[in-house]
């Protein structure tokens, strides 16, 4: 392959994923300036003083109800008067949308104009007053967003206000209040039955419901039967809808059980009776009064049998589809035509300055030290070849992350989440790259060398063909940056992770673009590596360090996984004995015999035990406890596992709580752990403080982590929050310093 070749098909990748992606966005993914108003007012209704929060959306973009759904966060509100935080009695919220967002995840929610309506205290008469609300808003894209008013209350009334974007009339008001869903006794024609799953699945659960006598009624097929209110430890996940041919209608909503996640966890009882009853409260969308009503129902147990009779049942039904997914997407289409042009660009420059800092971070230095080494070596060659070499070492950076983009692709399209490092979750992936690395390091020293497929040596000093290795060297450089995260690629990879499949495509692109940005440069310029010193007998002791650091990196991965299976003793006797035989084959090879039959019987047995090892059903380790959870508070600090009711626990009591989102392959969490976490001053500033610690361990696959994360910004580790004394979340970024911590906590 030319160099021409090549140069021609790095510049039509990019050319076509960065077009596609930034004609795709000036459509589709246009971020206004100001996608939520917000205002505070006063409403005196029926003898009864309220105070509004009212909010305006951006066009086609929406908030979330109490329950957000598969994704999002609900609206959040604080009040202060006279400086001291005081709960107020909220009425119900606004009847909620149905949204069926990108990646087919469902919501629940609200745009246009609303407001959440509470009840005025008798004591709060004349007052200063500030309101804060937080929220969520969503289009293509999921931003956070706040607003805050304050100003003087007289007569139990907002008299003057300051911060306010939207204002709304007495009459909209009270319009919007007479709307509001009222509470109904439970209705004669809906029959529930909560149910165990069938099949083998844990802590799974099945609400059956079925509507007759509808007086030939059709359903509002824009809104659920019924709406779920949260309620721990019961997560509810789906509405599906079916009709018979007398025109009454079926439904069934799957419910996981997360008593498990729970302090202290409440386990799904055996015999289907609950200790205590569990009352679960609804929107209903009544067809025969086109209204939407606020019903309940307590259960005291859940039917063991149940399940199975009404699966075989909706086999004879018909399914109801709503085709909301398809109005949703039109609306976008049309909405998309008046939008302003996308900072997509924005995005691409921050992941292309992301990518090009992943080069100096310590997951990549052994594989770019190792290319340096290529470029030492070659240095002699003319200016072509050097380009060559380098084009090679791009477009297997750009390859891989292509691939990347590509399984992050499929995976949204399955409904699962991933972040930056998912790979690294994976045991099978993490046991190849120990076996890979542990080749490269034998052939740094010299044990061996590879053969390109045009018959010419890699690894050798003799080489003058190495493009293969230059190949190689970019896909180890592109997976070994994973567990890496870097200033501007966090912020990139968010938006990348919350966007069309083009974007990430672009992102991704952008981030091996300058990952690979410095061997471009030399590449174009040879010049510039002149400063390098010349090849010589030197560069054979410099090879057999370079195979150390590859040593010292499967080192951290035979840790890493073995933080990831079950049976860890065991497996690792295997491993360990695998690479041993692994490092003889080729010893036996090189200094002992040249005999086939030897060499291909300790290949044999190493590969061998290396897919022993693959086929045994070794799972992801479920044992109680976090591992990295023991190493911490083993450094002297009490650290707990993290978990959202007690992060909200700590804020309700005013306490302090610093938060740590980390994992056992992320090198950037293991950085600002030595620079930062481990010191002297960090334990001064936590005794003096009084700081709770939390820590949240993601080195393996934990949708709570990973679904909280997503929805706080983040798709990776790692990420750092506290929380001060007045109850706020505070987000650090992913490195931290002493001084911002302490700031942030006061």
């Known amino acids: 392959m030319s160099k021409y070749t090549l140069l021609f098909t790095i510049i039509t990748l990019l050319n076509i994923s960065f077009s596609s992606a930034a004609s795709s966005s000036f459509k589709e993914e246009t971020i206004p300036t100001t996608p939520v108003m917000f205002t505070a007012s006063s409403l005196e209704h029926q003898n009864s003083n309220y105070i509004v929060l009212s909010y305006k959306n951006h066009p086609h973009w929406h908030t979330y109800w109490k329950n957000p759904g598969d994704a999002g966060l609900p609206l959040k509100f604080e009040f202060e008067f006279d400086g001291k935080k005081v709960e107020l009695e909220s009425l119900e919220w606004p009847t909620p949308k149905k949204y069926i967002e990108e990646g087919d995840m469902l919501a629940f929610g609200y745009e246009g104009e609303y407001s959440v309506f509470f009840k005025t205290p008798e004591d709060i008469q004349n007052t200063k007053y500030n309101i804060k609300s937080n929220w969520l808003v969503c289009k293509h894209i999921c931003i956070p967003g706040k607003g805050e008013v304050s100003g003087e209350m007289k007569a139990s009334k907002i008299a003057t206000i300051v911060g306010n ?19 109904a006794e439970f209705p004669s024609q809906l029959d529930i039955v909560l149910a165990k799953a069938m099949g083998q699945e844990e802590n799974k659960l099945v609400l059956y419901y079925n509507l007759t006598e509808l007086e030939n009624k059709n359903i509002d097929l824009k809104k659920n039967i019924l709406t779920p209110f949260p309620h721990e430890p ?43 009853p569990y009352t679960l409260k609804f929107l209903y969308a009544n067809p025969l009064t086109g209204k939407t009503e606020v019903i309940s129902k307590a259960f005291h147990s859940f039917s063991l049998t149940a399940a199975e009779r009404f699966e075989k049942f909706t086999e004879l039904l018909s399914p109801v589809e709503t085709n909301l997914r398809e109005s949703s997407k039109q609306s976008l289409e049309t909405a998309s035509s008046s939008d302003d042009e996308s900072s997509i660009f924005t995005y691409l420059f921050l992941a292309f300055i992301g990518g090009l800092i992943l080069n100096f971070m310590p997951c990549v230095l052994p594989v770019i030290s190792i290319k340096l080494f290529g470029l030492i070596q070659h240095r002699s060659e003319s200016n072509s070849r050097i380009l060559k070499h380098n084009l090679s070492y791009t477009l297997g950076i750009l390859f891989t992350f292509a691939l990347l983009a590509l399984a992050i692709i499929l995976f949204k399209q399955a409904g699962e989440q991933v972040g930056w490092g998912f790979q690294l979750q994976s045991p099978l992936f993490v046991l190849t790259m120990i076996f890979v690395l542990f080749v490269f390091a034998l052939n740094m020293f010299g044990l061996f060398e590879f ?54 495509f672009a992102i991704f692109a952008s981030v091996g673009l300058g990952l690979a940005s410095p061997f471009l440069i030399t590449g174009v310029f040879p010049t510039t590596i002149s400063f390098l010193p010349k090849p010589g007998m030197w560069m054979e002791n410099l090879k057999k360090f370079l195979g150390l650091t590859l040593l010292l990196t499967t080192i951290w991965l035979i840790d890493v996984y073995s933080s990831l299976t079950d049976n860890v003793a065991g497996v690792m006797i295997k ?172």
């Open 451 to 504: 053969r390109t497929p045009g018959g010419s040596r890699l690894g050798s000093l003799e080489t003058n063909e190495g493009f293969f290795g230059d190949f190689t060297s970019g896909v180890l450089a592109t997976i070994l940056s994973t567990p890496c995260s870097a200033p501007f690629l966090g912020t990139a990879l968010t938006f990348a992770f919350t966007s069309s499949n083009l974007t990430i």
């Open 575 to 746: 491993l360990n004995t695998a690479l041993l035989l692994c490092f003889f084959a080729f010893y036996l090879s090189k200094k002992i015999t040249k005999s086939k039959v030897w060499k291909v019987l300790f290949h044999i047995l190493y590969i061998g035990i290396f897919i022993n090892i693959i086929m045994t059903p070794a799972s992801i380790s479920t044992a109680n406890g976090s591992m990295l959870l023991k190493e911490k508070n083993a450094h002297g600090l009490q650290w707990e596992k993290w978990s959202e009711e007690k992060m909200n626990t700590y804020s309700k009591e005013g306490k302090k709580v610093f938060i740590d989102f980390t994992a056992k392959w992320c090198f950037t969490c293991k950085v600002n752990e030595k620079l930062v976490i481990e010191t002297s001053s960090f334990r001064e500033l936590v005794d003096t403080e009084n700081v709770h610690l939390l820590l949240a361990d993601w080195t393996k696959r934990d949708e709570v982590i990973g679904s909280w994360l997503r929805k706080n910004g983040f798709v990776g580790v790692p990420a750092y929050f506290v929380i001060n004394g007045q109850g706020k979340l505070i987000n650090l970024g992913e490195t931290i310093s002493i001084k911002e911590i302490k700031e942030s906590l006061n």
């Open 234 to 276: 019961f997560n509810f996940i789906r509405e599906k809808l079916f009709k018979d041919k007398k025109g009454s209608y079926y439904a069934k909503y799957s419910i996981e059980w997360d008593g498990e996640y729970m302090e202290p966890e409440i386990p799904l009882p055996a015999d289907g009776v609950f200790k205590t």
């Open 165 to 183: 974007t939207h204002e709304v009339s007495p009459d909209k008001l009270a319009t919007r209040l007479e709307n509001l869903p009222k509470n």
